[in-house]
């Protein structure tokens, strides 16, 4: 069966300071992978998706970046933290066909900016 | 107005109750609508998806679709204080690249089940 793994579960990071999440799939291939930020009571804003390795389209601006390196890992990163970049990070994939397909989510990281 | 509404709640309930969770649209082109579930502190979780009007039914829980009138509910019998989660409604939206779609997601309702 199909996992995903995000880590760190939280993170309490300095502004100004670099980030780096990173989120493994296991048991598919070439699955499509996101990530999305939810702020409470803001629901789910996607950030990034990727629909191969190298492949990353931006949904929002910002001071973020998205690089998936490898077939099953999205990794989330940013040079230098603003107090708005705090919440809850969640990583999701899909299955990669046409038409609809359900995303799985990871258990996310919630970031505190200082 | 939003694509996807959601009534937040807290919708507070005693155990054993039936719970009714409902989302509306305004997108005709949606097909294909999700139901997730969310603990606090973890990731949602996907409950049931259909594509089709209708009811479709998996143990306590039933999703129906009225495309007629762009509204569908998320049913639950026999409430559980395990249940007490936020719920997520998700409908197909965005066509990306590879032909895939990206969901439009409901704020999510807080359902809390009292002993």
């Known amino acids: 069966s199909q996992t995903i793994h995000q880590w760190p579960a939280t993170l309490v990071q300095p502004v100004g300071s670099p980030l780096s999440l990173e989120c493994t799939v296991e048991?598919?291939?070439?699955?499509?992978l996101y990530w999305y930020r939810q702020a409470a009571g803001r629901g789910l804003q996607l950030l990034f998706y990727s629909v191969g390795i190298g492949q990353i389209s931006s949904e929002v601006p910002q001071n973020l970046s998205a690089s998936r390196p490898q077939d099953r890992q999205f990794i989330l990163s940013s040079k230098k933290l603003l107090l708005s970049d705090s919440g809850f990070y969640l990583c999701?994939?899909?299955?990669?066909?046409?038409?609809?397909?359900?995303?799985?989510f990871g258990d996310g990281t919630r970031l505190s900016i200082l | 107005q939003k694509e996807v509404e959601q009534d937040p709640g807290p919708l507070s309930v005693p155990e054993g109750a039936i719970v009714s969770l409902n989302c509306t649209y305004s997108n005709s082109a949606f097909q294909y609508f999700m139901w997730y579930r969310q603990y606090s502190r973890k990731g949602p979780e996907l409950l049931m998806y259909t594509y089709s009007s209708g009811n479709k039914e998996d143990g306590r829980f039933t999703a129906q679709v009225d495309k007629s009138s762009k509204y569908i509910s998320l049913f639950i019998r026999d409430s559980q204080p395990s249940d007490s989660a936020t719920y997520l409604c998700a409908m197909s939206g965005v066509l990306m690249a590879g032909g895939s779609y990206i969901p439009t997601f409901g704020r999510g309702t807080s359902l809390i089940v009292h002993p």
């Open positions: 048991g598919t291939s070439n699955p499509n």
């Open positions: 999701a994939w899909s299955v990669a066909t046409a038409g609809n397909q359900p995303q799985h």
